[in-house]
Nanobody
Framework: QVQLVESGGGLVQPGGSLRLSCAASGSIFSINAMGWFRQAPGKERELVANFISGGRTNYADSVKDRFTISRDDAKNTVYLQMDDLKPEDTAVYYC????????????????WGQGTLVTVSE
């Protein structure tokens, strides 16, 4: 099993910044992918940014040039630096990890953080 602990959400004014973090712990042999999703009220969960194989990153078009995803492999932690926040960024943000538990098995498992609320408002 893997546990994910998120932190960093809160209330911020438009144009402000926040930094989210998500630390994974537990039975981890390797992390195949890690990233952030968000879900606004009445909408489906959507990808914000993630790392995929080879260290490549994906960003949603709506956050490109404003958000930056980074990682600390020694700490099994992923970060999301969010700058120039807009009201439409208001959502619950979830981290997501895809993990191999053991060297002898290529099976991977998906885990979600508990979610952290980001509210962008005057």
């Amino acid at each position: 099993q893997v546990q994910l602990v998120e932190s960093g959400g809160g209330l911020v004014q438009p144009g402000g910044s926040l930094r989210l973090s998500c630390a994974a712990s537990g039975s981890i042999f390797s992390i195949n992918a890690m990233g952030w999703f968000r879900q606004a009220p009445g909408k489906e969960r959507e990808l914000v940014a993630n790392f995929i194989s080879g260290g490549r990153t994906n960003y949603a078009d709506s956050v490109k040039d404003r958000f930056t995803i980074s990682r600390d492999d020694a700490k099994n932690t992923v970060y999301l630096q969010m700058d120039d926040l807009k009201p439409e960024d208001t959502a619950v943000y979830y981290c997501n990890f895809q993990v191999r538990h053991y060297a002898y098995s290529t099976r991977q498992f998906e885990y979600w953080g508990q979610g952290t609320l980001v509210t962008v408002s005057e």
